[in-house]
């Protein structure tokens, strides 16, 4: 998926960048961990092909020279395996901040993606927003693997837990001012900032202060978990 010219976007795109394509992350890993790469350059955003997931996660947990400034992206074909990588590793993305970079996008659209996910957004495609949320309600204990005696009050507490996200989303959607909705419609569906901006003729700061009085109404620390209240709601 990493072109000449996928590389060479992104050097244009990107001041004091520079664009380089590893085979596997054995041989990426061994050019970091020896220092290899010319003095005063350091890995910024890491995108790993689809194609490498299972041996990118096995590779996270064991890693220990990895900064947090070190962003994490696996590229995508399509919404199929958008969805596809996040229901295998929906609990591992969140873990790790991993965001999902699909490459079927515009031009403009995918280059304003890597810029969110350059300034430390976790990103995931709005088609797998439904796998993530399977893979944090399996993060629950099941009765199965509980006491007895106490499986009828977990199972109880998960569904309560559920019930009170849900109506705490319910209520801070119903604060949204019609504005405020239409951005966060926008939102949900994927788009970056600057492309609300440009749709609703305002500037990228103006949606940031919208993003943030959003999030306060709805409770929640970022705009995944925003889209996930918004289509919560059926909205």
């Keep these: ?114 810029r969110l996910i350059d300034c430390g957004a976790h990103y995931l495609p709005v088609c797998s927003l439904g796998a993530m949320q399977a893979a944090r309600k399996e993060r629950v204990p099941s009765p199965d693997n509980a006491l007895h005696d106490t499986a009828p009050h977990d199972a109880a507490s998960a569904t309560s837990a559920k019930d009170a996200r849900e109506e705490a989303c319910a209520r801070g959607v119903a604060k949204l001012t019609p504005r405020e909705r239409e951005v966060l419609k926008l939102v949900a569906s994927g788009q970056p900032n600057k492309m609300i901006a440009n749709e609703l003729s305002v500037s990228a700061h103006t949606i940031k202060l919208h993003l943030h009085r959003i999030m306060t109404k709805l409770g929640v620390t970022n705009r995944t978990e925003a889209a996930i209240c918004f289509h919560s709601q059926n909205c």
């Design 1 to 114: 998926m990493f072109s000449e010219v996928v590389l060479r976007t992104i050097e244009t795109e990107f001041d004091e960048v520079r664009a380089s394509r590893f085979p596997d992350l054995e041989t990426w890993d061994l050019v970091l961990s020896n220092h290899i790469q010319p003095e005063g350059q350091a890995t910024r955003l890491l995108i790993v092909d689809e194609r490498h997931a299972d041996s990118f996660m096995s590779f996270l947990e064991h890693q220990d020279h990895l900064t947090p400034r070190v962003r994490l992206a696996i590229a995508v074909r399509d919404d199929a395996s958008a969805t596809e990588v996040v229901e295998r590793w929906g609990a591992r993305l969140s873990t790790y901040t991993v965001s999902v970079l699909p490459m079927n996008l515009n031009l403009t659209a995918w280059v304003q993606l890597i």
